[in-house]
């Protein structure tokens, strides 16, 4: 008996049994529902604009007959995830995979690299072009969907019925997208191709932050880049944007001017959001 189990009977263009999973005590049913499937379409909802990691909200994953939407904000072990996502014989099916698979890594410590990316694949079918998610749906299915739900606060709890719709029709289609786009692929000889560009995509998705954001500072010293990794680190202790630290534009100007044996607080004190940032790196570079 799963006492927190919610059913929905959306109207999904291609109709599957919606759940919504709020407990932990419907974790067997959430096993049972994946633990033999091949394909999974995967799909996260989450907010990142005031913290340093992303917030995971809502995990949907679709089987090709079902769909789940797993509240993570109330369901609170999902550990047993990591072994039925990451075991090599499943595809996990995803549309820009990059942003998903960072939010997956940094809150469940969730690595995939079995990974089919349908935006990619779209881009080689379609002669590079980039497409979103709507858009492959429309064209493979002549069905639009309603994105008016793509900013709403998903940390705000209830879910309303729009958002749940909006949500499950998110992994909806992934599935069948994922069978149209492969017997495409194979006649043009690209499938591999796709198959190598997925699983970089989600490596670069796996990285620590703090990697994938020093290889944009191409230019910088190596001053500046050990100044950068501080504020990256301290950051991350705070769960704030490193902005919130200092903005980048201050970069170059803070690393030159703690060059100085004799800086002061008040000197680095102006580039700073607050007081104490500024006299924690002092402390760092003084110990």
Same mark, same amino acid.
């Given at each position: 008996? /799963?006492?927190?189990?919610?059913?929905?009977?959306?109207?999904?263009?291609? *109709?599957?049994? $919606? /759940?919504?999973?709020?407990s932990d005590?419907?974790?067997e049913?959430?096993?049972d529902s994946?633990? =033999?499937?091949?394909?999974? !379409?995967l799909?996260?909802?989450f907010?990142w604009r005031? $913290?340093?990691?992303?917030?995971?909200?809502l995990?949907?994953i679709?089987?090709?007959?079902?769909?789940l939407?797993?509240d993570?904000l *109330?369901?609170?072990n999902?550990?047993?995830?990591?072994?039925?996502?990451?075991k *090599?014989?499943?595809?996990?099916?995803? &549309?820009?995979?990059r942003?998903?698979?960072?939010?997956? +890594?940094? +809150?469940?410590?969730?690595?995939?690299?079995?990974?089919?990316?349908?935006?990619?694949?779209?881009? #080689?079918?379609?002669? !590079?072009?980039?497409?979103?998610?709507?858009t492959?749906?429309?064209n +493979?299915? !002549? #069905?639009?969907?309603?994105?008016?739900? $793509?900013?709403? +606060?998903?940390?705000?709890?209830p879910?309303?019925?729009?958002?749940?719709? #909006?949500a499950?029709?998110?992994?909806?289609?992934?599935?069948?997208?994922?069978?149209?786009?492969? %017997?495409?692929?194979?006649? @043009? *000889?690209?499938l591999?191709d796709v198959?190598?560009e997925?699983k970089?995509?989600? $490596?670069? !998705? =796996?990285?620590?932050? &703090?990697?994938?954001?020093?290889?944009k500072?191409?230019?910088?010293?190596s001053?500046?880049?050990?100044? /950068?990794?501080?504020?990256?680190?301290?950051?991350s202790?705070?769960?704030?944007?490193?902005? &919130?630290?200092?903005?980048d534009?201050?970069?170059?100007?803070?690393?030159?001017? @703690?060059? %100085?044996? =004799?800086v002061?607080?008040?000197?680095?004190n102006?580039f700073?959001k607050?007081n104490?940032?500024?006299?924690?790196?002092? %402390?760092?570079?003084n110990?």
């Amino acid at each position: 008996m /799963f006492k927190a189990l919610k059913r929905f009977d959306f109207f999904l263009k291609k *109709k599957k049994d $919606t /759940f919504l999973v709020e407990s932990d005590e419907d974790r067997e049913f959430v096993i049972d529902s994946l633990i =033999n499937e091949k394909y999974i !379409g995967l799909d996260t909802e989450f907010n990142w604009r005031k $913290t340093y990691y992303p917030e995971l909200s809502l995990l949907q994953i679709s089987t090709e007959s079902r769909i789940l939407l797993i509240d993570c904000l *109330k369901f609170k072990n999902l550990n047993f995830l990591n072994k039925i996502l990451e075991k *090599k014989d499943k595809i996990i099916i995803m &549309h820009s995979c990059r942003s998903d698979t960072t939010v997956l +890594n940094t +809150n469940l410590k969730i690595k995939l690299d079995n990974i089919f990316d349908i935006q990619i694949a779209e881009k #080689y079918l379609c002669g !590079g072009e980039v497409k979103n998610y709507g858009t492959i749906v429309l064209n +493979n299915f !002549g #069905y639009k969907l309603d994105k008016s739900e $793509t900013n709403s +606060n998903w940390l705000k709890r209830p879910l309303s019925i729009k958002q749940l719709d #909006y949500a499950a029709n998110d992994v909806n289609f992934l599935i069948p997208i994922y069978k149209k786009q492969i %017997n495409k692929l194979a006649k @043009i *000889k690209k499938l591999d191709d796709v198959k190598s560009e997925s699983k970089r995509e989600a $490596t670069l !998705g =796996n990285q620590e932050l &703090h990697i994938s954001r020093i290889k944009k500072l191409k230019k910088a010293t190596s001053d500046e880049k050990a100044l /950068f990794l501080w504020r990256e680190e301290q950051a991350s202790i705070k769960n704030l944007p490193p902005s &919130h630290i200092f903005q980048d534009k201050f970069l170059r100007k803070i690393a030159k001017e @703690i060059n %100085n044996k =004799n800086v002061s607080l008040e000197v680095v004190n102006k580039f700073f959001k607050n007081n104490s940032s500024a006299n924690e790196l002092l %402390n760092y570079i003084n110990s």
